[in-house]
């Protein structure tokens, strides 16, 4: 059974900080792989109004997992699954020699209580939560953390994860790293046109190079 760890996420764009989670994350949870799921809309985001093309933000996260133990998916737009809790079950279906665990920042975790059907996707997948600056304090106060105490593993015992009954959770300290994809939109609003020329991203090459 090969080990993954997915990253969900609109990558807009993906950036440094991306990739630092999850060779991290890969280390820390004895990972195969880490499987960056680039979001075709994010619910919970789409009324900010600065999201760029999907395929721009495929390519910006190809760019950035290159020559790592890093596969970015467009499953869910091949899929056309809307919420995580819909791909969490095809999943098993799909990838039946795979086990997976899903890897969210602490930001992600103090909101969770807002994702569709956020109790069954704890009950289907173990989670790493990985501490980031500032949000700390909300993830471990959130009615979801309040749901979730009570499978809270230890950080030493995290490469056993395939092995936890759920739900389970582990909190995940990392060296900080302060990069943000709202800092580099800040800084660069037309980034995504770098990259709308990658027609890569969607083509039925990289569709057939990524379900194997």
Known sequence: MRRIGLMGGSFNPAHGGHRHVALQALRALALDEVWWLVSPGNPLKEASGDMAPYAARVASARAMAR????RVSTIEARLKTRYTVDLLKRLPGLYPK??????????NLAGFHHWKGWRDIASSVPIAVVARPGYDGDALASPAMGWLRRGVRP?????????WRLPALVLLRFRPDRRSATRIRAADPAWH???????RSL?????SQEQH
Not at 67 to 70: G, Q, T
Not at 98 to 107: L, Q
Not at 193 to 199: E, I, K, L, T, V
Not at 203 to 207: D, L, N
């Open 203 to 207: 083509s039925p090459v990289a569709r």
């Open 155 to 163: 950080a030493g015992q995290a490469r056993r994860w395939d092995e």
């Open 98 to 107: 795979r086990r997976f665990i899903w890897i969210m920042g602490a930001d």
């Open 67 to 70: 020559l790592a133990p890093i």
């Open 193 to 199: 046109r770098r990259f709308m020329s990658d027609r």
